[in-house]
């Protein structure tokens, strides 16, 4: 990460208050130099130009117009200055009332406080539509945050796990010459496979977070397809039968980043199936403007209190447990990672018999059409 950018220097200069009562004023005072321009002119139409001292007092003249109308003019510009300054002071401070208040949540904000929100009152506006937009964006920054830190300790722990026990290993190597070291050999190999297996899982965690892949034309049913091929020896040793079938699902996004959504729910699904020698079906389907995914499979029953929980980081229900299967706990976590990054939604749902039921849905990108009956990956 590189380091944090300096706050800009910047010169002391006139406030946004102060700038708009400027502007009032000056508006106000062009305005009434322009009406008493008129006036002037108007009334000179019907004035003569010729200066008579004897005709002073009977009939006007311009000179006496002018005499007595400038005064009079100095006065009511003078008048519309102080009432411009003092208006415009008085309608700015109401008018920017709501930036103080963004600005002091900003401030707020900045200083590590997200739970601040400013909730501004009154009717639709500039203002508050920046003030709502902002109230969301703290709202998702906080849970943002939360979820990272949570994140942070459930990773910090599971990769303490296995480097503990490979220090614990070697101590017992170390203090036992004699031991078979086959033995010893053998264990640190498995939980250094667990500890890459969560370090590369962390990473395309993060990846897929930052959104930091190139948008392509991806088929959902080609990806289910390949997914499913390359899971098949897993399938076929656990006696698991797979079935994948539907229509051309075209959207956009990253072609590994959904093979590896796809993977891992299949991967999922085989792994926790109950009892082995069940089917685990994937298909693919179009709706209006999303194409879906969906993979279920048979198992222990899922409480529903317990599902919603199952994409948390590192999360292991006891129904998941009882598989003996624990993995590394970050396989539908990586899944709703994916999802969010490709604007689309993920539905866990169990299913009535037992097992789990995993539906995504994306923006889709094109028509569909039928890609014919089922095809069916045996078990041997």
């Known amino acids: 990460m590189g380091a944090p950018e300096e706050a800009v220097v910047r010169r002391p200069g006139l406030s946004v208050r102060l700038k708009l009562t400027l502007s009032y004023a000056g508006f106000l005072m062009v305005a009434g130099i322009l009406l008493l321009a008129a006036v002037w002119v108007y009334l000179l139409q019907y004035v003569p130009d010729d200066w008579d001292q004897r005709m002073l007092h009977e009939n006007p003249n311009r000179q006496l117009l002018a005499y007595t109308f400038a005064p009079a003019a100095g ?12 208006g415009g002071w008085f309608l700015a401070g109401r008018m920017l009332a709501p930036l103080t208040r963004i600005t002091e949540a900003t401030r707020t904000a900045t200083q590590g406080s997200l739970s601040h929100r400013i909730r501004l009152p009154g009717r639709k506006d500039e203002f508050r539509e920046l003030a709502d937009a902002f109230d969301t964006m703290l709202a998702r920054l906080e849970a943002h945050v939360a979820e990272q830190k949570r994140f942070a300790a459930n990773a910090s722990h599971e990769l303490r796990t296995p480097l503990a026990v490979s220090r614990a290993l070697l101590e017992v190597a170390r203090a036992d010459p004699d031991r078979d070291l086959g033995e010893i050999i053998d264990r640190l190999h498995t939980v250094n496979s667990r500890a890459i297996d969560l370090t590369e899982a962390l990473l395309l965690l993060s990846r897929a977070d930052r959104r930091s892949f190139t948008q392509e034309r991806v088929d959902l049913s080609l990806v289910a397809e390949e997914a499913a091929e390359s899971l098949l020896p897993l399938a076929e040793e656990r006696g698991v039968t ?44 179009v709706r209006a403007e999303t194409v879906m995914l969906v993979v279920e499979n048979a198992g222990a029953p899922l409480s529903p209190e317990l599902v919603p929980t199952l994409t948390e980081p590192f999360r292991r229900g006891a129904e998941r447990l009882r598989t003996h299967h624990a993995g590394v706990g970050l396989g539908l976590a990586i899944v709703e990672t994916i999802t969010r990054a490709h604007d689309g939604t993920l539905v866990l749902a169990p299913r009535a018999g037992g097992g789990l039921r995993v539906t995504v849905e994306f923006p889709s990108a094109c028509g569909s059409e039928d890609r014919g009956p089922a095809r069916t990956l045996p078990s041997p």
Do not use: C, K
């Open 75 to 86: 006065t009511v510009l003078a008048i519309l200055l102080v009432f411009g300054l003092v």
């Open 242 to 285: 797979l079935e994948t079938r539907g229509d051309i699902a075209a959207t956009t996004g990253s072609p590994t980043l959904l093979l590896q959504l796809t993977a891992n729910l299949v991967h999922n699904a085989i792994v926790h199936n109950l009892p082995e020698g069940g089917t685990v079906q994937v298909s693919t389907g």
